[in-house]
């Protein structure tokens, strides 16, 4: 298994532009996470999805959209892009069965600045 | 609102040294709490993952405790090597919620 698999691993953006970042897992999970981590700071979630078909906010949504066309796919939209979301990206994903073990598997992120 | 506290925020100890990492929760009401390791760079590396009803965990020379009355966790890492170098991050996932709430993490550094 590859795990968890993100694309870009760095990008630039100009100020008011859109991207797409890519999240794919290949562990056939059915939670997956949106997380942006600032210098000195925790992770923080940004959307969720708990099945193909279903998401929700997380802490810090704004200025960002998610879909969950299928399990495996889960990307993250910036339209507008502001300097304030400058960070490092990161995608994770676990399996979501009730009990037993629940670790959250992590991406190798995605640094993004926006200048 | 939960929070999560890492202390030290920083920590650097020759090789061999046996050493301690703590985290604290302010909400008891936890459903797991997970560490992890963070190298410079790098995504986020699962180590151990301890349901709210266990005590402790381990794997190899890590052993991490939950005291959940107290709002505490602990990542001992035995005779430490420089490959543990990294930032480790604590991790904690409410009942009833989905996301996790991370610490600021421990920056360790082991020197030869």
């Known amino acids: 298994n590859a795990g968890v698999t993100q694309t870009p691993k760095f990008h630039i953006l100009k100020i008011g532009q859109s991207m797409t970042l890519q999240c794919t897992q290949d562990?056939?999970?059915?939670?997956m996470y949106w997380y942006r981590q600032d210098p000195g700071m925790g992770l923080k979630l940004i959307y969720y999805s708990v099945g193909a078909g279903i998401t929700d906010k997380g802490e810090v949504p704004n200025g960002y959209n998610v879909s969950r066309s299928t399990t495996e796919d889960f990307p993250l939209r910036l339209e507008l892009a502001a300097p304030s979301q400058t960070s490092v990206y990161f995608c994770?994903?676990?399996?979501?069965?009730?009990?037993?073990?629940?670790?959250?598997?992590f991406g190798p992120g995605t640094r993004l600045t926006v200048l | 609102k939960q929070e999560v506290t890492q202390i030290p925020a920083a920590l650097s100890v020759p090789e061999g040294e046996n050493l301690v990492l703590n985290c604290s929760f302010t909400d008891s009401a936890i459903y797991n709490l997970q560490w992890f390791r963070q190298d410079p760079g790098k995504g986020l590396t699962s180590l151990l993952l301890?349901?709210?009803?266990?005590r402790e965990q381990t794997s190899g020379r890590l052993n991490a405790s939950l005291d959940k009355s107290s709002g505490r966790s602990t990542l001992y890492i035995a005779a430490s090597q420089p490959g543990d170098s990294a930032t480790y991050l604590c991790a904690v996932r409410n009942t009833g919620f989905q996301k996790l709430v991370f610490g600021t993490g421990t920056r360790l550094l082991v020197s030869p």
């Open positions: 562990m056939n999970h059915n939670y």
């Open positions: 301890i349901q709210s009803s266990q």
């Open positions: 994770a994903s676990r399996p979501g069965t009730s009990g037993g073990y629940n670790e959250q598997f």
